[in-house]
């Protein structure tokens, strides 16, 4: 049996959260989870960060001590570099996190990173579809995932296994409660209300798809606030229970709450939004449960880490994600999975010249779906468009950068050199500027074969020859467009890898 | 239903003096060996020295704070200063006669303790002119009046002199540096002689130029609470070392003086300790004991003749724990241990061979009393040295043991050990250890969970449970706790364990309101406690409400206890009694019948309020059928046994004097367990 310690550290808003696991595998490769260590600290980031928009140094020196104890813990499991520290809004939404996160670096040699409102709904998505019972059913009649946190929310719909909304906005419980520090505690709930209600309007005016949902799951340590108080035998709240336990509180003092509910000062005093938010947006859509799932953001964490390394899985996912959202711009379907084949015959047939890791695969496979999607908007510039709706999308799991990388690919995908005009693309990293270069010269040959939207290349091969990339393809007639567009796009292959390609056709005459 | 009286409790301090007195009464008691019974009478006095530095201390800082108040027990500190001198004058005053007794008894055996006779002994000119007289200082002290500082327990000399028709007075402090006793062969005889009887007998040869016309010996016994000051003490090992120093100087508590003397040497003495200055002290703060002030030289009367001790007991080791790894057993089955039954030495065995075993990725223990020269420190700061990650959470404020404490906390610091010290309000209490292996890859962890502490001398002599568990829901919080207590977190979830003061008090209540609801509803409800002391106001009154529901309640504890079993309506039901034997209880046991599912549990936890709110106590149940039904039966003989049982009625205690009396629960329990396979 292989086993492997893994350490992770959440920084939230009200604490930091490190858990260290064991993970073994059996002899029929299924993977088993065991948590060695899961330990609180608490620390109010999010405080700081949603009242003054900075950490203070005060709350970075403690974060400091804190880490320096996690470190301990790791030395502890001898974990060395095997885990993942990560920073949510409260870090993300600081104008200084990169001090903050130079100082942990600094003082403890733990590296922090920021994931982005996206990720982290992804993640909070597959821990609750792995742990929820009966997350299928309720997803295959519509749901809403609200993911109520202390700095945002995210709001995820979805339907027969596709996320058909995915969003993150600025209503976190500690954020409302701080947006409205200053008003008296006996009338502070009607703001609450009136800031609330205000999100469920955009909901339902922004997403048609609003309508189709039956039930709500919550997550984040919001539900855990509500477990701690209600301790429901099921794995859901009852919205009575809910709108009860408002009503009485709604206008009580945060230090009344804490003594009558037995919950800390920091629970009582972000009790009222979350209650208010999960009310409102099951009233909404007419739900009277709110499911929950017990697993914490920690072991989602550590499982979504371990998945992500199984990377074959995690992109036919996507794929599916790329195609529902192309379709909703009317793509050309069975263009984007004949480049998407090719593409993909290419990396593989050349992967020793080509050498393209796991995250510019999952770019390359967005672009050859997603490169010509700006179709629906304008044929001319349907490069720039098709970047635009990329940029726009937020698909659950994918990281943002990859995301860009997706448009800055659709956007010079086309045989004119477009590159040296746009300014954003001049700012990358050179080790980006790499990556979006190997992935449009994949793309650009993999188009060209089926410039004509025609599909007339049934099938390619290709051959590394010694000074030589051969790609032999297979037509019943010949592709004119397609030797064309071969001949005005390769020049980014050369230029990308140091070695020509050339295309050779065989006619397959019925 | 009797309602909860306000004086339906019995006093904490009469409580324990009554205590005290049962183990008086062992040193009386006919059928204990003579040199075992003089052990008794220094087990005696020494807990009443603790009971006057603590006790008595804190109540005279009530009455100084012009506190008068009754109590829930009915006494406002006055009246209960008052109460303790009366009983300490009848303890001492028993405690003189046996001694005096088995003095008498000892003599006809050729045994003679601090002779008082004349006797042509060379060698006592020898040990006053080689050891003694070059240790002490004698001082004149009436030239000028004033004395100097007289440490806490330290005998004293008070001399009057004369020279030339002038009294002076003087004083000699015995040095803490030679013999308690001396022990002299002299026609197949044996004479014990402490230092201050030898001194006594050349008083004049120290003052050569005067003569004596007066001396007694007397000793002061100081306040030895230690209070740690400010609740957020950055450094708790500096701060206790402050206190300790500070301790040598707090106020006096008690003067005992050892012989009757005149009002005028009486006057003298309180002059010059400056106990009637401020008024805080009573004329019953002077003890005059007629009797040697302190006993402790009576552990080292050592003779040959086996009949005067007990039978030699010889812990064993259980033959399926021979020759074989803690850790091979452990990771199969549960082992449940029983000192002094069982020896301790399994234990600190144990702990070295973590400490070696290459395999063990981490150590982390609990060290609060520890022994001289402990294996399992020097264990500990082996493993450290070996590179392993060791966790030492050192408790500084075990009290008397606080400088020991220190010692071992800097010499561990200096090995590698990783050392904290806990909460500066709170003691830990709990006797942990945790061993963290990786075993195959996989990390399997071993727990240790015992009612009694990391001592390897006093686990020959206290009762105690060690438990063995590879359990991974316990261990997993066992190691939680550690963080907890290592500053790393407060925010954990308890299930598998309960510990003090987070859970324990709420813990403790619903087991105790369950067999209350099963008695009322006409079922089977039973409580059985076995604890050393019980005093809270809640718990008392929760098993109040227990016995008048109609819960059987059997309770064996060995000291102090509130409850007032008896009373009409409202503990009928309740049974309280007192084992006092040749080992002191000190084992933890809690039962519940819980509707038939019986439940377990052991604990470091008394049912007192500074063990459920101020100490970190763990409190666990024992699932593993066998090691339950081991400790059902520890729990049977407690209950059977009616030679070492004293039995408590309201606030009184009798002891079974019944003839047919046979069962004494000690042996039968050691019997059990040495004979174990």
């Known amino acids: 049996m292989k086993t492997n310690i893994f350490g992770v550290v959440d920084i939230g808003a009200g604490s930091i959260r490190c858990q260290i696991s064991e993970i073994s595998k059996n002899s029929y490769a299924e993977r088993r989870i065991r948590i060695l260590e899961y330990i609180v600290f608490p620390l109010s980031i999010g405080e700081d960060t949603f009242l003054k928009k900075y950490i203070t140094l005060d709350t970075v020196y403690k974060a400091a001590e804190i880490f320096k104890k996690i470190k301990l813990k790791f030395k502890e499991y001898d974990i060395n570099g095997n885990y993942k520290a990560v920073c949510t809004s409260a870090v993300r939404d600081a104008e200084n996190k990169h001090f903050f996160i130079n100082h942990i670096r600094v003082k403890t040699g733990i590296e922090l990173e920021i994931i982005d409102a996206e990720e982290e709904l992804y993640i909070k998505y597959l821990g609750v579809s792995e742990t929820l019972k009966g997350f299928k059913k309720l997803e295959s009649k519509g749901v809403v995932l609200v993911n109520l946190s202390s700095g945002n929310v995210g709001i995820n719909i979805r339907k027969n296994k596709i996320s058909l909304f995915s969003s993150t906005l600025p209503y976190g419980a500690l954020r409302i409660a701080q947006l409205f520090s200053d008003i008296e505690e006996k009338i502070k709930y009607r703001a609450y209300e009136q800031y609330i209600n205000k999100l469920v309007l955009l909901l339902k005016k922004s997403r048609f798809e609003y309508d189709k949902i039956n039930s709500v799951i919550g997550s984040d340590t919001s539900t855990g606030l509500l477990l701690e108080i209600f301790k429901p035998e099921e794995n859901f709240f009852d919205i009575i229970d809910l709108a009860n336990l408002y009503s009485r509180i709604k206008t009580v003092s945060a230090s009344q709450i804490s003594g009558e509910l037995s919950i800390n000062e920091y629970e009582a005093k972000i009790i009222k939004p979350v209650l208010y938010v999960y009310i409102s947006i099951m009233k909404s859509v007419g739900a009277k449960k709110l499911y929950f799932s017990d697993q914490n953001f920690s072991d989602q964490l550590t499982r979504f880490y371990l998945a992500k390394t199984k990377e074959k899985k995690f992109n036919k996912k996507l794929i599916e994600y790329f195609f529902y959202y192309g379709k909703r711009y009317n793509l050309d379907e069975k263009h984007a999975k004949q480049v998407l084949i090719f593409s993909e015959k290419i990396r593989r047939s050349l992967k020793n010249i080509l050498n393209v890791k796991p995250d510019e695969r999952t770019a390359l496979i967005g672009a050859a779906i997603l490169h010509d999607v700006g179709y629906y908007t304008n044929i001319n510039d349907h490069h720039e468009y098709s970047n635009k709706i990329i940029h726009s999308l937020n698909i659950p799991g994918l990281d943002r950068e990859i995301l860009e990388n997706i448009g800055f690919c659709s956007l010079f995908h086309g045989s004119g050199e477009r590159r040296a005009l746009d300014a954003a693309y001049y700012k990358l990293s050179p080790e980006r500027e790499l990556t979006i270069k190997k992935i449009i010269s994949i793309l650009k040959i993999a188009d060209a074969l089926d410039a004509s939207h025609m599909q007339l290349i049934k099938d390619i091969t290709l051959e590394a020859l010694d000074k030589l990339i051969k790609v032999t393809v297979v037509s019943s007639v010949t592709p004119f467009l397609e030797i064309k567009h071969f001949k005005l796009k390769s020049k980014d292959f050369l230029e990308t890898f140091g070695i020509p390609i050339e295309l050779c056709v065989k006619l397959d005459y019925e | ?677």
């Open chain 2, 1 to 677: 239903m009797n309602s909860i009286g306000k004086y339906n409790y019995n006093n904490r301090e009469l409580s324990w003096l009554d205590f005290n007195e049962r183990v008086l009464m062992q040193a009386a008691d006919e059928a204990v060996p003579m040199c075992e019974r003089l052990k008794f009478l220094a087990i005696h006095c020494a807990n009443l020295d603790e009971f006057f530095m603590i006790r008595v201390a804190g109540l005279k800082d009530l009455v100084s704070a012009g506190y008068k108040e009754k109590d829930i027990y009915g006494f406002t500190p006055p009246e209960i200063l008052e109460e303790i001198s009366c009983r300490v004058n009848s303890q001492v005053k028993k405690n003189a006669e046996i001694f005096q007794s088995l003095s008498l008894k000892l003599s006809k055996l050729n045994i003679e303790i601090l002779p008082t006779e004349m006797l042509d002994m060379e060698i006592l000119d020898e040990i006053f002119y080689s050891e003694i007289s070059p240790a002490i200082t004698p001082l004149i002290i009436s030239e000028i009046e004033k004395i100097p500082f007289i440490f806490n327990l330290k005998l004293c000399f008070f001399v009057e002199l004369e020279n030339e028709n002038k009294v002076f007075d003087a004083l000699i402090i015995l040095p803490e540096n030679i013999k308690k006793v001396y022990k002299i062969k002299k026609s197949k005889k044996s004479y014990y002689f402490t230092p201050e009887n030898i001194l006594e007998r050349y008083i004049d040869k120290i003052f050569p130029a005067y003569s004596v016309k007066n001396y007694f010996l007397f000793r002061v016994t100081r306040n030895a609470d230690l209070p740690i000051k400010h609740e957020d003490i950055e450094d708790l090992l500096s701060s206790i070392e402050e206190n300790i120093s500070e301790r040598k100087w707090s106020n006096i508590v008690r003067v005992e003086i050892d012989r009757e003397i005149t009002d005028a040497l009486m006057n003298k003495i309180k002059h010059y300790l400056n106990i009637n200055v401020n008024g805080d002290y009573a004329d019953n703060d002077v003890y005059t004991t007629n009797h040697p002030l302190n006993l402790s030289f009576l552990f080292n009367i050592i003779e040959e003749n086996k009949s005067l001790y007990y039978k030699p007991f010889k812990s064993s080791i259980p033959d399926y724990l021979k020759n074989r790894s803690i850790f091979d057993i452990a990771k199969k089955k549960d082992i449940l241990l029983f000192r002094p039954c069982n020896d301790f030495k399994i234990i600190s065995k144990w702990i070295a061979e973590a400490g070696n075993d290459k395999n063990v990725l981490s150590i982390k223990m609990t060290l609060y009393r520890t022994d001289k020269n402990s294996k399992i420190v020097e264990a500990l700061a082996n493993a450290a040295l070996k590179g392993k990650h060791v966790c030492a959470v050192v408790e500084l404020k075990a009290r008397f043991d606080e400088e020991k404490n220190v010692k071992w906390a800097k010499k561990l610091e200096e090995a590698g050990c990783i050392v904290t010290y806990g909460f500066s309000d709170k003691k830990i209490h709990a006797k942990i250890f945790l061993a963290t292996r990786k075993e195959e890859g996989k990390i399997v962890r071993y727990a240790h969970i015992s009612t009694g502490n990391y001592n390897e001398y006093t686990a020959n002599i206290y009762t105690d449970i060690d438990y063995i568990t590879a359990e991974e829901e316990a261990c997993s919080e066992i190691s939680n706790m550690f963080n907890y207590m290592t500053g790393y977190s407060d925010i954990f979830k308890w299930s598998r364990i309960k510990l003090a003061p987070v859970n324990l008090r709420q813990t403790l209540s619903g087991l105790i309101d369950f067999e209350i609801s099963e008695a009322k509803a006409g079922r089977r409800a039973e409580i059985i406690i076995k604890v050393n002391s019980v005093f809270d106001a809640e718990i008392t009154d929760k098993i109040y409400a227990a016995g008048s529901a109609g819960v059987l309640v059997k309770m064996i504890i060995r000291g102090i206890c509130s409850i007032k079993p008896g009373i009409k309506d409202l503990s009928e039901n309740i049974e309280v009694k007192s084992i006092i034997g040749r080992f002191l209880e000190h084992a933890r046991i809690y039962y519940f019948y819980n509707g038939g599912k019986e439940k377990v549990f052991i604990s470091t936890a008394d049912l007192m309020t500074r063990n459920l709110d101020k100490r970190i106590e763990l409190f666990f149940e024992i699932k593993d059928h066998e090691s339950k039904k081991k400790l059902m039966d520890i729990i049977e003989c407690n209950i059977d046994d009616d030679l070492k049982s004293w039995l408590l009625r309201e606030d009184k205690y009798t002891f079974n004097t019944r003839e047919d009396s046979k069962f004494n629960c000690q042996e039968r329990i050691c019997n059990k367990f040495c004979g174990e396979k």
